[in-house]
């Protein structure tokens, strides 16, 4: 969906931030190190290599554990990355509780109906339809009343999106039980 555009974009400025603050901190080291994952996250995140991106991405977030505070909004933009690629590996079981922590950390940091929190919500949405499908529907529920909520996104797209849920979840063989 749109999570590949937001990996993208907040790669990006992550990137940009965390070289002024490292520079700042005498941390110049470990900046170079984490600038260097995160080209190597976002190359093999547009081949779509998933392994590749998730390998840089596990990296990332071990470099940015040492550069940023442990509440700041660029390690949970990490922390958001990671999971989505763990769920692209189809590692479900790491990525749902990542994403779930993250989910907790947007809400304080954003508040409840922010986009960012919308959008997330899919992305832990998507991941638990193929593992926990009785949350999914929850968590696609609340998406779609924050996303609707705030009329940010256009209502073509909404209704896309909508749509492409309700053929992922028929076809899901656990919502067939």
Not at 57 to 76: A, H, M, P, V, W
Not at 82 to 90: C, D, F, P, R
Not at 102 to 117: C, F, K, N, P, T
């Amino acid at each position: 969906m749109r999570s590949a555009l937001l990996v993208f974009l907040s790669s990006l400025a992550l990137a940009n931030f965390a070289l002024a603050e490292a520079s700042k901190n005498g941390k110049s080291n470990a900046m170079a190190e984490f600038k260097e994952a995160q080209t190597c996250f976002r190359e093999y995140n547009e081949a779509q290599n998933w392994l590749g991106a998730a390998t840089c991405s596990k990296r990332s977030l071990s470099i940015g554990l040492e550069l940023f505070d442990e509440q700041s909004k660029n390690l949970t933009s990490l922390r958001h990355n990671h999971g989505l690629i763990l769920a692209k590996n189809k590692d479900y079981e790491n990525a749902i509780p990542l994403l779930k922590s993250v989910a907790d950390d947007y809400r304080g940091m954003y508040g409840e109906q922010s986009d960012i929190l919308g959008w997330l919500l899919l992305d832990l949405a998507d991941a638990e339809t193929r593992f926990q499908l009785d949350d999914s529907y929850k968590n696609y529920k609340e998406a779609f009343e924050i996303l609707a909520s705030l009329k940010s996104e256009a209502p073509l797209i909404y209704a896309n999106l909508v749509l492409e849920v309700s053929h992922l979840l028929s076809r899901n063989p656990l919502n067939r039980r």
